[in-house]
Structures are given as C-alpha cells and as structure tokens.
C-alpha cells in the first residue's frame, strides 16, 4: 500500500503483540483491574506499534500528534493483580486522517479474550485541527500490510 | 415502574448533571485531558446518581456489586485544565441484571457535548457471577423514572 | 507581608479545607485508597488555595509554574471507598522561588489525620530553570498570612 | 541473616534495576511526569525485587499485605514522554515489621537521578494492623544482603 493510494477495504496490518504486567495501581476494591484503564494498555501497546520516539519527533517537529476519536470496548471478564496479560493489536488505515485499532487484552493461558476493543485514531495538530499524516509516517506504518 | 415488571421499552431516569474540575492530573502533555480519564468522570458521576453509600453497604453486607461490560465513547472536542465540565447522566434497566447509561461530558458554556459515551453495567457477586439487582435497588434507582 | 521583605520564619497562611470523596478509581485490591493517590488531592487541595484560573493564566500568559521539589509524607491510616475526607492546607513562602505546604488528610469524624504531609514547590519557568514568583502573586497569596 | 537475629544496622539487598517506559498517561499538560506517578514506578520495581506471584500468595493465603508508611522523595529533574528510565532499588529490615527502600529514577544517559526517595513500608493483615512479616519471606528477601 502506498500513501497516496489508500485503499477502500481494510489492509490490516500484522498482529502486534505486547505484555503489560498488573500492579497495585491497576486493581480497585473489587479485585480486578480497574476499567478505564485498559484503554491505557491499549494505548501502551499502540504506542510500541508507531514507535514512541516516532510520536515524540512527530509532536516537537511537526506539531502533530494522534488523538483518540472513538473507543467501543466490551469487558469478557476481570483481569487480576499480578497477571501479566497480553495485548494483541491490528490496524488499518481508515483515511490520511484515520486509523482504526481492533485490540484485545488476554489473561495467561485464556481462550478468549478478557477485553475487546474498536478504537479510531485521528491525526491532529497542536490547535486540534484535522491534518493528514505525513506520507513518510504512512509509509512506515504500512509495513507488512496484508 | 417496579422490580417485577421491567420494561420492554427504556424508561428513561432523569438527567443527572455532576461537576468535575478539571487538574494536572487528568492531562497528558499534549495539552489536554487523557482520554482514559473521562471513563473515571462517568463513573465519579454514576456513583452520585446510585449513592456511594449504597454501593458500599451492597458490596459489604450483599456482596454484589456493578461491573462496566461496554463502554461505546466518542471524543469529540479537547478539554483542559481549569475546566469544570458538566458531566450529565441518565439511564435505563434494560434487565434486572443490566443497566445502560447515556453520559456526556460538557465544557463551560458549550453548545455541543465534547464527549458523549453508551455505557452498559451489570450486576455481580464476589466471584464476577452475574446477579440480579436486589428489588429494593431498583425500586429505589426507578424513583423519577418516566 | 510584601514581596520584597520575605521573613525569616514562617508566617503561615490561613488553613484551607478542601472535601475529597474516594471514588473506585481511588482504591487498589487492599481495599483502601492506593497511597500515590493522596499526593493527588494534596495538589487539587493546593490548586483550589492558589487558584486553578491563575494557575492557568500563570502558565499561558507568563510561562510560569509550580513543580514539587520535595514531598514527604506518612501514612497513618487506610481510607476507604466512599469515605468523604477533609485536606487542610497551610503554606508558607520559604523564598520567592519557593513555597512549604503542610497538608494532612482526615477521615469524617476522625481525631488524627490520616495522612500527613510536607510538600516544597518551586516556580519554574517552560524550560524547567528556577523563576522568582511574581510579586503579585506572592502579595495575592499572602493575604490572610499571619 | 537470618529472621531471628535482624541486624541493627542496615544490611543493604543488592541494587535492583527495573526499567519503565514513559507514556502519555504519565504526562501531564506541562510536558513532564506528574509527580504522584514517581511513586508508581517506584512501586512497581518493589513488586519485582519482592516478586508479584509471592505477594499475590501472602494475600491470598496468609492474608498479609505491605503498606506504605512513608515516603520522603526528593524531585531533582523533570522526565519526559518516551524516555526509557531506570529505576534503582536497593532495601533493608529494620525490624520484622517493617522494612525501607532507597530508590532512585535515572534518566536515559543520566550523570545523577532525577528522583530519589527513600519509602517504609510495613508488613499488615487484612484487618490493616502490623503483622510480623513470616520468617520464609525474610529469608528469601535475604538473599544477597551484605
């Protein structure tokens, strides 16, 4: 895929993978993680996808950053204290503007997903106006699409 | 509406509206709130409409207790620091064991909400079993209901 | 007090209260309020005193702001889910570039706080070097000082 | 050592080193760490000299659980989003109640730490009063100490 022929159906892009341990911080009262803050995992393993010294550079020299638009996420089940899950993530480019991100957190040894997410991400610059993103940065992250 | 009889259409609660001020910690250095937070200001705002007393004495003396399932949230505008934003909830029984919430989050003198989220609860015992809602818990959360 | 006579011995500000209710997102497994948490409502007690809109303005206007230097603080006791605690507040003005916070945490009807503090903030310019306060500043938080 | 005879001067464990990654959630707007999140990572390196599978077991089955009871942090130097940090550990027993950890945060290529601290924590059951920690813990935690 090249930046200037996006395509109308989704090329995904190969499954990430990545592992996040769950800590006190994590957990509330109830025993298990704490929800909101699986879209922290989810953004932790997004940003091990684009490189965070890429977002850096992108932020400090272009003035553009990635905001989320949109997070649809259901919860299969509760994820415990010292579990170390894992985070399973494909993307595709929905626009120059848009990417789409279909996560999932797996506890150890599950058959199913504990947790199941759509998130689209939109690129924005430093006044939060739509901008497109930088055809070198789609090229990058178009590796090894399908 | 009583517990026996749930309806088959949402009856909806009234609007519920909460004030949260918005500081340091709930921005992230690109300027604005860290999206993962407005799922914690939801949540602050739920547990004023249910009481939080209520929600302790279930947990401790009933051992039940609500779990988010699904969360569906758009971003639709920044919010920053120093903001007091008008979180504004209502929600509907959907079954004895679920109950949805239609929350927004508004910025001072906004005329569109800057995040707006469906927000699906269950009900759950010490061992994340579902389990119904207590009658007395919905005759009490059905006060006002239309 | 003025701007330009800082005294050699602490004049105290008035105490300040400021209520916290402890939400989910405040407690970890244990079942009280996870510890680094209570520096967070030290500085939303802090913010209220010094003001968030001049805190804000201090910042967009004047590229100047508070960061903690030192905080030192021992926990006396849990606090749990639904309690609604006080955070009083007294301040002293060590420099023009420094401020000492003596904050505590009180549990509703307790008769020894719960969490005790000192914290040291420092005014910094956006590069992170030391900044004197702005005298107008210093005479507006000044007032009430003993 | 052994758990009876407990030192009375610090017999230091070797210096740990755990490395954490900085996020966006880890920011705030005024571009570095949120300082309350320092004593996040701080805890999180404690959970791996201690181990978190033995901590999850000592709460489960022995209902035994640390507390902070102090913190005293000293912050020298701002941290920034993407920067990779190590953070050092090095512990002693001060008694069978209650041990203290020197721990610091270093920035990538750092010649000092940009955060040093020095935190107690004491071993508690489940009804939060101080429990001796068992004598098997100790031993393990031993290991290594000059």
């Keep these: 895929m090249s930046a200037t022929t996006l395509p109308t159906t989704p090329h995904y892009s190969p499954e990430y993978r990545f592992n996040v341990q769950i800590y006190y911080e994590d957990t509330d009262f109830s025993g298990v993680v704490y929800h909101p803050n699986f879209l922290k995992y989810f953004e932790r393993a997004r ?53 789409v991100w279909k996560q999932s957190i797996w506890r150890p040894n599950a058959t199913k997903a504990a947790v199941t997410a759509t998130i689209e991400m939109v690129c924005m610059n430093q006044k939060r106006q739509l901008a497109p993103m930088p055809p070198s940065l789609i090229t990058q992250l178009s590796a090894g699409m399908a």
Tied chains: 1, 2, 3, 4.
């Design 47 to 99: 940003e091990h996808v684009i490189g965070a010294e890429i977002l850096h550079n992108l932020w400090q020299q272009q003035q553009l950053g990635f905001a989320v638009y949109r997070t649809d996420m259901v919860c299969h089940d509760g994820v415990e204290f010292a579990d170390i899950v894992d985070v399973r993530t494909q993307f595709y480019f929905e626009s120059k503007f848009r990417t």
